[in-house]
């Protein structure tokens, strides 16, 4: 099983366009053994201390293996929409884990 945690940073008057690619690409996760476990917008009244830019969001997925994750990468459903993501999306930290 592995855990990622991307912050997400959106170019702003994009929002739209993002929230389009997420609704094409979300489902997409499940046909790869993946599950979208936790999706937060933060309210800057919620964050207690800050030392980097807040993202737009913050996702929690995991995929039961690597390959499934590589997988899901690869889709050729997500890629035809990639453009949407390219022109919403500023940038993104991926934090890739595992339980301990």
Do not use: C
Request: aromatic share 10%; charged share 25%.
């Amino acid at each position: 099983m592995i855990y990622l945690t991307q912050l997400i940073y959106i170019v702003e008057g994009q929002e739209e366009v993002f929230h389009q690619f997420e609704a094409l690409a979300i489902p997409i996760i499940s046909q790869y053994n993946g599950r979208l476990t936790l999706r937060i917008r933060p309210e800057p009244n919620s964050i207690i201390e800050q030392n980097i830019a807040s993202p737009y969001e913050i996702h929690l997925v995991e995929f039961d293996s690597q390959e499934d994750f590589d997988n899901f990468k690869k889709d050729k459903t997500r890629q035809q929409f990639l453009h949407l993501k390219e022109q919403s999306i500023r940038s993104t930290i991926l934090i890739q884990g595992k339980a301990l």
